[in-house]
């Protein structure tokens, strides 16, 4: 069976944007130089816009038309997933390019009563998706592709009825390439049917080898191999127990199988783990789970052994456990690197650091691990943000500033008196010790960030008192005469 | 005939070698720049490979501390190091470690709320022989905590610091050094205003197979300098 999408792309998009259904809008990329509409929807093919025209040329005939950048390598996700969805018809699924799938269904129409009611229900079901969809029966896919296509009706053909089928048609229903569909036209061949009746040494002197072997593929004289899809096998491993498991010896045994058969298949495919959940099924039918996450893609069983075992005490046993499923939720591509001879400081690319830190967050939480990079803002609070990830650098360089060492996270009123009004304290309480101020610096003022929050601005002043001890001082706002605002907000070392 | 003291010193070598310490590789002198500091420890060299103790008694003395172990850090961390700083509540103020000359996202902080909590990291840390340093802030430090530490330390010859900001009683660890660092006033800049380059008391209190002492060091465009004339000043007005 041949299922055929007559606007793919556009029906893709506009299931993913509903307002742009209904509406004449095109795809369209850079073909030298010229944008090329590559795919129209339904509603701009009715008002006369064609793929291949250039889309200033379809903007000209239809004032309304949208155009959208077309992403290459669209058209094969999705029929990817089309094709992953048709498995639950039959287990044999393969991805015709640009724009069909092809089925085979030998042994699997009779479910669904007959092969009428089969199509039916696959084509009814994917319209009601959005999709345009055309589809064929036939015994071979090249009759199938033709019928799904160019046939006006009947998209059964019958065992056996191919040429019948296909003699009205034209001689693009078989996949023939453009230049040689030109040379067919101009020597007259206007449908298969009379391509058939002429010998076959003929032909090839003519057209060359191609056209006979799409004809032949078509009869089915000649066999035609679909490459299937393979749906992903998710990753989950399952033990089940005998004996139900109740000491944390055992749970520590089934997480070590588990795990060293899920290693196994990691390392065959190249792949690391980021995030596992184990679920252990009690006896008394309910379910416990907890769930590691990494920092980077490991596939080392020492390593993920060792997170699990840290979440073995959250594991409540009760009556005790039958089932244990490993599931790994999120994998990524891991480079294997050879293991070195000898260990040298490799940065923030160190397995050993992440798996640390895999290590940390297990036992205290993630949220205890920070990593900073500079953010643009003056505002000493906002001056710095986290780090997502172990391999995220700095966007912009670290300023060189004079920044206390320690910042304290409210800044502290202080009692200051001052000779000037702009001039640095020239004394200041804080917790009821009095420190003389010797040197200062500053004022270095601070504005706040209108568009983010409002509020007064800061004058921060470097202070040094009689003993030596440096801290960093600020007056919030404008000096106002009777009761000027003196924090404390930092120390330098 | 060898003398005595050749004696004596070829013994104290042996002993030196017997507790971890490695014979004196050329060039590693004043690797970190603290210049008469670096002598009082054992073969004159800063000990990487070690557990440093710094006692803060107030939030004044654990900036400084903190300024000298980050200024330490920069020279340790030179190439490609990564520091893992295990804080209290709040970490350090990262963008204030570029005055210091270290890039500040090379370090990774830990915020810890439990004391056990913070040990456990740090002994995890410790046996990651990638990193450069591990620092520190604990309440306390038994001696058994200590000792612990510093077998770990001496498998992955990582260094590390350790600040205790706690010191309500001061019992034996089993530290290389122990030291205090307090903020001094700055020297003036030929008479300009403002703040001079920081300046600390270096104290050593204890060093294993050293010879403790107190000295004044200045962090000046990124490098330590020991300040001679006021420890020879104050030597002076002891006596």
Known sequence: MAIWFRHLLTDGLALRRPDLKGLPFVLAATVKNKMIVTASSAAAEQQGVFTGMAAADARAAVAELLVINDTPGKSAKLLRLLGLWCIRYTPVVAIDLPDGLMLNISGCAHLWVDERTYLKEIVLKLRNSGFDARAAIADTPGAAWAISRYAKTNPIVESGMQIKALATLPPAALRLEPDILERLQKLGFRTVGNLISIPASVLRRRFGNMLLLRIDQALGKKEEELVPLVPPVPYVERLPCLEPIRTALGIEIAIEKLLSALCIRLKTEGKGLRKAVLKCHRIDGRKVQVGITTNRGSQNLQHLRKLFNLQIAKIEPALGIDLFILEALKVEDVDVVQEQLWAEAKGLEDAALAELLDRVAGKIGAAAIGRYLPAEHYWPEQSVKLATSLKEEPGTKWPVQMRPIRLLAIPERIQVMALVPDNPPKMFIYKKKRHTIIKADGPERIGREWWRDNGEHRDYYAVEDSDGQRYWVFRSGPYNGDSPAWYLHGYFS | ?239
């Open chain 2, 1 to 239: 005939m060898e003398s005595k003291k050749d004696i004596i010193q070829k013994l104290r070598q042996n002993i030196l070698q017997m507790e971890g310490y490695r014979p004196p590789l050329a060039g590693l002198h004043n690797l970190i720049g603290l210049g008469p500091v670096e002598s009082a420890f054992p073969n004159g060299i800063f000990p990487v490979a070690a557990l440093h103790e710094f006692i803060c008694n107030s939030a004044e003395q654990a900036a400084a501390g903190g300024g000298l172990v980050t200024g330490i850090l920069s020279s340790l961390m030179k190439q490609d190091g990564i520091c893992v700083w295990i804080s209290k509540a709040k970490p350090l103020f990262a963008p204030a470690m570029t005055v210091f000359g270290i890039e500040p996202h090379r370090v990774v902080f830990i915020s810890l709320s439990k004391d056990e909590d913070a040990l456990w990291v740090m002994e995890e840390a410790l046996k990651c022989s990638g990193l450069t340093a591990v620092v520190c802030e604990v309440q306390e430090l038994n001696f058994k905590q200590s000792q612990r530490l510093q077998l770990t330390v001496e498998q992955s010859r990582v260094t590390c610091f350790v600040l205790r900001n706690a010191t309500a009683k001061l019992s034996a660890t089993a530290c290389t050094a122990r030291w205090q660092v307090k903020p001094m006033p700055s020297a003036d800049l030929n008479g300009l205003p403002g703040l001079g380059f920081f300046r600390w008391q270096v104290n050593l209190l204890k060093v294993r197979n050293g010879k403790p002492g107190s000295w004044v060091l200045e962090w000046n465009n990124g490098r330590f300098m020991p300040v001679e004339h006021l420890v020879l000043e104050e030597k002076r007005k002891a006596g």
